[in-house]
Nanobody, 124 residues
């Protein structure tokens, strides 16, 4: 059973940075893709960025390109999201997700496994 556990959220000021982590277990992830989604208060869950586990190829939502970066550590089975130049509109619960297919999707319904989420709050 795949398990995903996020950590690293918190309260940060506008313009600040955070690094979110997701510890993955329960599978060999070579044929997986993993992603980060977020859900702001009163809004739909949205794709942020994802990575193909085998070669590290990444894909991002236009709204975060240049500010957010997804990476993975294959040896540790961990996924990370570096978030920089944070804005108040980045306030959200961030979720780690995994799919047993070797291509990143921007669609939530294509991910089979989800973490519990970690809160990021950006204060002005």
């Amino acid at each position: 059973q795949v398990q995903l556990v996020e950590s690293g959220g918190g309260l940060v000021q506008v313009g600040g940075s955070l690094r979110l982590s997701c510890a993955a277990s329960g599978a060999t992830f070579d044929n997986y893709a993993m992603a980060w989604f977020r859900q702001a208060p009163g809004k739909e869950l949205e794709f942020v960025g994802g990575i193909r586990w085998t070669d590290g190829r990444t894909s991002y939502a236009d709204s975060v390109k240049g500010r957010f970066a997804v990476s993975r550590d294959r040896a540790k089975s961990s996924l990370s999201l570096s978030v920089n130049s944070l804005r108040p509109e980045d306030t959200a619960v961030f979720y780690c997700a995994a799919r047993s297919y070797n291509r990143v999707s921007h669609l939530r319904e294509e991910y089979e496994y989800w973490g519990q989420g970690t809160q990021v709050t950006v204060s002005s």
